[in-house]
T-cell receptor, first 112, second 118 residues
Framework: AQSVAQPEDQVNVAEGNPLTVKCTYSVSGNPYLFWYVQYPNRGLQFLLKYITGDNLVKGSYGFEAEFNKSQTSFHLKKPSALVSDSALYFCAVRARGFKTIFGAGTRLFVKA | GAGVSQTPSNKVTEKGKYVELRCDPISGHTALYWYRQSLGQGPEFLIYFQGTGAADDSGLPNDRFFAVRPEGSVSTLKIQRTERGDSAVYLC????????????????FGPGTRLTVL
């Protein structure tokens, strides 16, 4: 079965410190992987995606993610967290066809 | 430009009633998705349209749920005989088609419709 796991319900980090939000997936074939962010009272916003090519993908707002095929992971990272990064983050994988499967989400809390 | 819009933003109905939820995608986007998001969970795929046709409706939970996109733009999600378990935020997303003929895969989400079934 195809699935996405975000093992942490919440991640806490101090402003200026690096952050990592974890994601692992299970899908047949080559995955298309995505990160979306949801701010309070706003819709989901696209951050970045991996389709093919370089395993390190750079996206919006200074975020990046690394595709690791052997570990079936696609962790989201940022070198220096901002308080304004506090939000709900979703990892997603596109399986065969166009069905996109989302993880349950990880709440990021950045403390000043 | 204008993003994806969804109406109504909130809908409260009684068990057994019929509801329609509307999605206006970004102009020119040929791909359209519907999702359902329950509290504390990620969006759950319902249906995908490419143009006017439903290319994948495998996520529709049962035959009470139906969606249309008659002119390849606006889409309506229809729920018959609503149940309390249908209460959730219903999200719509659209995606452009590239000049090369493939999807860009990036989905642009609307703000959602919060459906409450009493």
């Amino acid at each position: 079965a195809q699935s996405v796991a975000q093992p942490e319900d919440q991640v806490n980090v101090a402003e200026g410190n690096p952050l990592t939000v974890k994601c692992t997936y299970s899908v047949s074939g080559n995955p298309y992987l995505f990160w979306y962010v949801q701010y309070p009272n706003r819709g989901l916003q696209f951050l970045l995606k991996y389709i093919t090519g370089d395993n390190l993908v750079k996206g919006s707002y200074g975020f990046e993610a690394e595709f690791n095929k052997s570990q079936t992971s696609f962790h989201l990272k940022k070198p220096s967290a901002l308080v304004s990064d506090s939000a709900l983050y979703f990892c997603a994988v596109r399986a065969r066809g166009f069905k996109t499967i989302f993880g349950a989400g990880t709440r990021l809390f950045v403390k000043a | 430009g204008a993003g994806v819009s969804q109406t109504p933003s909130n809908k409260v109905t009684e068990k057994g009633k019929y509801v329609e939820l509307r999605c206006d995608p970004i102009s020119g986007h040929t791909a359209l998705y519907w999702y359902r998001q329950s509290l504390g969970q990620g969006p759950e795929f319902l249906i995908y349209f490419q143009g006017t046709g439903a290319a994948d409706d495998s996520g529709l939970p049962n035959d009470r749920f139906f969606a249309v996109r008659p002119e390849g733009s606006v889409s309506t999600l229809k729920i018959q005989r609503t149940e309390r378990g249908d209460s959730a935020v219903y999200l719509c997303a659209s995606s452009p088609w590239t000049s090369g003929g493939g999807s860009t895969d990036t989905q642009y989400f609307g703000p959602g419709t919060r459906l409450t079934v009493l």
